[in-house]
């Protein structure tokens, strides 16, 4: 029953938002269209909130210092790019989402600290983790998946694999990752990928309930 839970709060919170790193290397926030890599709704990612950006190549990850936004070096030169955005601190209450330190506290139903990660493979041969934090990865090589394909995901937290991390593929809730980090998704069309999970994390002592990662992984299929 609490499996089943969790899943529907985490349905519900999957489809406040896409996030994905266009082809530019630009991160995008929007609702991101499965049909022919259609963006229905797209706006610029809010440039307030704290963020780190990651560049591997050639094995060598370095973290891109320099104005929020487009960077040249989150370009296609990154074998793999990665964004983190640090959203704050949110509560639910019986009126909505707000702010959590502009919520009664007496009218709290939950509350949690938001950090969103977005990663693209531009060469798919760089597959595995980066090891920053929340982060969503293929098991092997992508390079040769097509449409009607499976692909094994892996989870992992700081390069180490989380088993019940909660994963959606094109805003469709497909389950939970296996003791070993592992899900297997089938890829419903050719172009953009997205594949996102949800990891909650109970905090004690803090202004939060809890600790909410959402990670997402982009990649391109032919």
Known sequence: MYRLLLMAMTAAT???????????GALQRGHLAADAGEHAHKDEVPQR???ERYCRRNGTTDE???????????????????????????AKTPYGIVAAAEANPSMVIR?????????????????????????????????????????????????????????????????????AGHINVRIRHAGLQ??????????RGAPVAERLYNATLNLEVK
């Open 111 to 179: 509350s949690w600290e938001s950090i969103e990660s977005v990663k693209r493979l531009n060469r798919p041969a760089d597959f595995t983790p980066l090891g920053k934090g929340f982060e969503l990865s293929f098991s092997r090589d992508p390079s040769t998946l097509e449409e009607g394909d499976k692909m094994r995901i892996l989870a992992t937290f700081d390069g180490i694999p989380k088993a019940g991390a909660v994963v959606a593929y094109e805003g469709r809730v497909v389950g939970t990752t296996d003791e």
């Open 64 to 90: 891109v210092k320099g104005p929020f936004g487009v960077s040249e070096r989150l370009g296609t030169e990154c074998d793999s790019a990665m964004v983190v955005l640090h959203l704050g601190n949110y």
């Open 194 to 203: 997205l594949i996102r999970a949800t990891l909650r994390e109970p905090l």
């Open 14 to 24: 999957l489809s406040a938002h896409d996030y994905w790193i266009d082809a530019s």
């Open 49 to 51: 909130f704290p963020s």
